[in-house]
């Protein structure tokens, strides 16, 4: 990988790390909500991911490895 897309992506992902935790603090504010709705919403977004990871692997049909077993 060339190092101007690893930089680019490294920018990347720091920046909307930075306006994630900046808009979450906006919304702590905003609501007056405990500290614990702050972790509860990226625990959430976790949780989604691995759900769809998971629901994806159990209903691809090219990822069968038995499908491709000789009879």
Request: proline share 0%.
């Given at each position: 990988m060339p190092l101007d897309k690893l930089v680019l992506i490294l920018v990347v992902v720091i920046a909307?790390?930075?306006l994630t935790?900046?808009?979450g603090a906006i919304a702590l504010?905003?609501?007056r909500m405990p500290g614990v709705?702050?972790?509860l919403i990226p625990a959430a977004l976790v949780g989604y991911i691995v759900w769809r990871v998971i629901a994806d692997r159990l209903t691809s049909s090219e990822d069968d490895?038995?499908?491709h077993?000789?009879?």
């Open positions: 909307a790390a930075g935790v900046w808009l504010a905003v609501f709705w702050l972790t490895h038995y499908d077993i000789e009879k």
